[in-house]
């Protein structure tokens, strides 16, 4: 899979993903690498609009767009010493795939986010999808069939400044 041709999609087709695409993407994310194998992460899919609708005002800035979207995954966690980076490795990994499915996504940052009347976007979500309290909302990322087209990056993109072999 060329990895420079995935870029963040915020535009989708009014296309739903079909079922067996959703199982597929789920599947790999389901098995996302994680510290110790504990795999605190826990998954919503959802493809009803009206939800999406509300998800995609829990929080103030950043979210409207995903209206428009067929699909949007909520990433939770179960809080552990290490749920924080294997959410955001599973968010990856589901980012990754579901390019590699020809989806298009953008990842919606929550945390520390609150909405318009300054209510915590973590509480907005779980009351939302019926949450249970003990776990936290990582993220969101909405998906679907990309209604744009972004160029790939190029070898001009990409920094080699930061790029270190053995120490800086």
């Not at 909405?142 to 190029?154: R, S």
Request: charged letters at 30%; aromatic letters at 8%; hydrophobic letters at 40%.
């Amino acid at each position: 899979m060329d990895f420079l041709s995935r870029r963040t999609i915020r535009k989708f087709k009014e296309k739903n993903v079909e079922k067996e695409v959703v199982m597929e993407l789920m599947k790999t994310a389901l098995v996302s690498p994680s510290g110790r194998n504990q795999r605190p992460y826990e998954y919503v899919v959802i493809d009803d609009k009206e939800i999406i609708k509300k998800l995609s005002v829990s929080k103030e800035n950043g979210a409207g767009f995903a209206a428009g979207a067929p699909l949007m995954i909520v990433i939770f966690g179960h809080v552990n010493p290490t749920w924080d980076d294997d959410c955001a490795i599973a968010s990856t990994v589901i980012q990754l795939k579901a390019h590699e499915l020809g989806l298009g996504s953008c990842w919606i940052q929550t945390k520390e986010k609150v909405d318009a009347e300054g209510n915590s976007t973590d509480e907005n979500i779980k009351k939302i999808l019926g949450a249970p309290s003990e776990l936290k909302v990582h993220n969101m990322i909405a998906l679907g069939y990309p209604a744009e087209e972004k160029p790939a990056y190029t070898d001009s993109d990409i920094d080699m400044a930061k790029l270190h072999f053995n120490k800086f």
